[in-house]
């Protein structure tokens, strides 16, 4: 979250329409109805990462295979011009984020060796999220 947040924050020009939304709903939606889908605002930018359903954390065969899936809203439905130009603009940014997250994430790889029906079997089991650590490195 700290670097999709640098990165969008390192264009002014998305910090200052992050703020401009922001505000925007806080004047006619967080006044009059607190209770309501609250921003969950880290480092300048909205990222709800907190709100997870009971079988988010189920390790599922596909949670099991992907390693990262998000998903960005930004308001493109009807986006043309200057403003599409803009947005992708936003979408690149994020993007940008999760390759540098994802070339300095350093793992702990757990190697189990058993021996099962006279067989030999290895696995690898890599705790997940990694932590972001030195760009270029991994842990083995």
């Keep these: 979250m700290k670097l999709i947040a640098a990165e969008l ?20 939606s967080a006044r009059w109805a607190p209770h309501m889908n609250a921003l969950e605002i880290a480092d300048g930018v909205n990222i709800f990462a907190k709100r997870k359903g009971p079988t988010e954390n189920r390790l599922t065969p596909r949670a099991r295979a992907t390693f990262s ?38 793992f702990t790889v757990v190697r189990i060796e058993e021996e099962v029906r006279d067989r030999v079997r290895l696995t690898l089991v890599r705790a997940r999220p990694g932590k972001s650590g030195t760009p270029g490195k991994s842990g083995t």
Aim: aromatic residues 14%.
């Design 69 to 106: 899936e998000q998903t960005p809203e930004l308001m493109d439905e009807t986006a043309t011009g200057d403003w599409l130009e803009f947005l992708c603009g936003q979408g690149l940014a994020y993007l940008r984020a999760h390759v540098k997250y994802l070339g300095s994430a350093e």
């Design 9 to 28: 924050a390192a264009d002014p020009a998305i910090a200052a329409s992050n703020r401009k939304f922001y505000d925007r709903y806080e004047r006619w």
